[in-house]
């Protein structure tokens, strides 16, 4: 049940900012643009995880069927489709309507069945909602109101066994250079104002907070981008963009979300 006395993690201000743009979330040239670069290195990190996890063979086609997977705060569904497309029965939650509503009506475009809901990983777990094997925390813990409380409502929705990708920026003097000011007002990557630098979380505070929820954590890995290829790729620079990973004990103790007893 919910804790009255608990607040929401979802940050108003912030899905007003990220349903500014719903119209541009395929567009490649659009706001969305660094995301749409991105995915390749998201969508083979994503995938060696799982295969490695789950022991699964990599030349099996859709090798991920019979697993389930959520991605929090899914925006336009940019990973929930390729995932769905190697197996996964896919759920994507979002605070943003009109972000789930360009989610579902480009998969149903595709011809892809995946469960949208507008929804927070607080509102999934009152529903008494069966976890998951993979949980997809992308671009999500920089924009919510408590990263902490947020981060634990997570965890309790990966299944023993499971795991959780987060990726994030880190709050760093090179971050706030490039994701920030080059990124914003300077390559116009993004609309100004998609970032707050504050809000950036170091590996060192995401680790805490994973470990003391009793997950394994493993990174950070760091994320880079080419600017003579335009290419991303994995690299061991975590001073702006990482990613890093949190698995489930097989008992499947966790430490109690607040609000519990």
């Known amino acids: 049940m919910n804790d009255p006395a608990r607040s929401s993690t979802v940050d108003p201000s912030e899905v007003a900012k990220l349903s500014a743009t719903t119209g541009e979330w395929w567009d490649t040239r659009g ?63 979002d605070a ?18 995946i469960d949208y ?16 094997d993979v949980v997809l925390n992308m ?41 920030k000011i080059g990124a914003e007002y300077i390559l116009r990557w993004t609309p100004v104002g998609s970032h707050d630098w504050r809000r950036f979380v170091t590996p060192k505070e995401l680790g805490a907070i994973l470990a003391a929820a009793g997950c394994e954590v493993e990174g950070p890995f760091g994320v880079t981008f080419d600017p003579f290829t335009g290419r991303w790729s994995r690299s061991g620079d975590h001073q702006v963009n990482y990613l890093m990973t949190a698995t489930r004990p097989p008992n499947g103790a966790l430490r109690a979300r607040a609000g519990q007893r």
Do not use: W, Y
């Open 96 to 113: 943003s309507p009109r972000n789930v509503e360009a989610a579902q009506a480009h998969a149903e475009q595709g011809g892809l069945a």
């Open 139 to 179: 671009e999500v813990v920089e924009h919510v109101a408590n990263p902490e409380e947020f981060l634990r409502d997570c965890i309790h929705l990966v299944a023993p066994r499971g795991f959780m990708i987060v990726s994030t920026l880190n709050r760093t003097l090179k971050s706030l250079a490039l994701a």
């Open 31 to 93: 706001s969305f643009a660094p995301l749409h670069a991105m995915n390749p290195v998201r969508l083979a990190f994503i995938r060696e995880r799982a295969l490695a996890q789950f022991g699964i063979e990599p030349n099996t086609r859709a090798p991920f069927v019979g697993l389930r997977l959520l991605d929090i705060g899914c925006g336009g569904g940019l990973l929930c489709e390729p995932m769905a497309r190697l197996g996964f029965a896919v759920t994507g939650v």
């Open 117 to 132: 809901r507008v929804a927070a990983s607080e509102d999934l777990i009152a529903g008494g909602e069966t976890p998951f």
